[in-house]
Every structure is written in structure tokens, then in C-alpha cells.
């Protein structure tokens, strides 16, 4: 059984950043792809970065130069660096782990961005 937990969701105002953590516990193949999505009220669930565990990194375009996605393989967490936040980034965000061709989700984490 795979679990995953979230933190470092919060209330930041625009300009303002925020750190947020993912823990993966269980059955974790040493080859995967953690990633962040995030899901906005009436809005589809979006990739906003992935990293394979080679540390090879990917974003969406309206993140990119203001993320920054890292991971400590040895204790299986993800983080997202989220700098310059923006109102368009409230969502709630969700760990993902790509382990051995299943996905993997957390409960996810609020992020609210006041202007």
C-alpha cells in the first residue's frame, strides 16, 4: 500500500511564496515520477511539474521560472517551491506517484492566493 501526505498549503498574498511537501510511504519502486497537480474551483485537475526520480523535471507553462520542483530520493518526498504567487494559482494542490505504471494520489492542500 502506497501512501502519500501533503503539507504546506496555506493563505499567502500575491507576490508571496510557499513550500509545499509530499512523503510517499509503502511498496516504492526505486524508478518513478512524482509530480504536483492542481485542481481550481470549476476547473479540470492540471499537471503543474513532474520529476522523474533521475531528477529530469518538467512544468507547465504558467509556472515556469516562478516553481521549482526538487525531491530527496532517499526519503521519497517531493517538494514544490512556489515563488511569486499569483491569484490564478489558488487551487488545491495533489501529490502524484507514478510507481510501477499506477498512479498514486494524496488528499491534496490548499493553496488560496489573496490579491
Known amino acids: 500500500q502506497v501512501q502519500l501526505v501533503e503539507s504546506g498549503g496555506g493563505l499567502v498574498q500575491a507576490g508571496g511564496s510557499l513550500r509545499l511537501s509530499c512523503a510517499a510511504s509503502?511498496?516504492?519502486?526505486?524508478?518513478?515520477?512524482m509530480a504536483w497537480y492542481r485542481q481550481a474551483p470549476g476547473k479540470q485537475r492540471e499537471l503543474v511539474a513532474s520529476?522523474?526520480?533521475?531528477?529530469?523535471?518538467n512544468y507547465a507553462n504558467a509556472v515556469k521560472g516562478r516553481f521549482t520542483i526538487s525531491r530527496d530520493n532517499a526519503r521519497n518526498t517531493v517538494y514544490l517551491q512556489m515563488n511569486s504567487l499569483k491569484p490564478e494559482d489558488t487551487a488545491v494542490y495533489y501529490c502524484?506517484?507514478?510507481?510501477?505504471?499506477?498512479?498514486?494520489w494524496g488528499k491534496g492542500t490548499l493553496v488560496t492566493v489573496s490579491s
Open positions: 520529476i522523474t526520480s533521475r531528477h529530469n523535471t
Open positions: 502524484n506517484l507514478n510507481n510501477v505504471g499506477m498512479d498514486y
Open positions: 509503502g511498496s516504492i519502486f526505486s524508478i518513478n515520477v
